[in-house]
């Protein structure tokens, strides 16, 4: 079983909006493609920003990131305008 649970982690990265706006995440799939990239950065040698990583898996490190609000995930509206300018 994942801890956090995957509500624990929606709710942490919608609690990133400002009120009035839409959540960014709406579904378990978001989280698990957010943590599977960040894992993957992880694993191509980004360093983790979680204190005392040694002997954690890359994807329980992305996890932990994400419940600690060290990485946070790019709505699509802002990742568009990115690649427009």
Do not use: C, F, W
Request: charged share 25%; hydrophobic share 35%; aromatic share 2%.
């Amino acid at each position: 079983m994942l801890h956090p649970s995957y509500a624990d982690l929606m709710k942490v990265v919608n609690s990133q909006t400002e009120e009035g706006e839409a959540p960014l995440v709406n579904s378990r799939y978001s989280i698990v493609m957010a943590t599977s990239k960040r894992a993957r950065q992880i694993v191509a040698g980004d360093d983790p920003l979680v204190d005392d990583p040694v002997g954690k898996k890359p994807l329980s490190i992305a996890v932990e990131e994400l419940n600690s609000g060290l990485i946070k995930i790019i709505g699509n509206e802002a990742s568009r305008d990115k690649e427009q300018n």
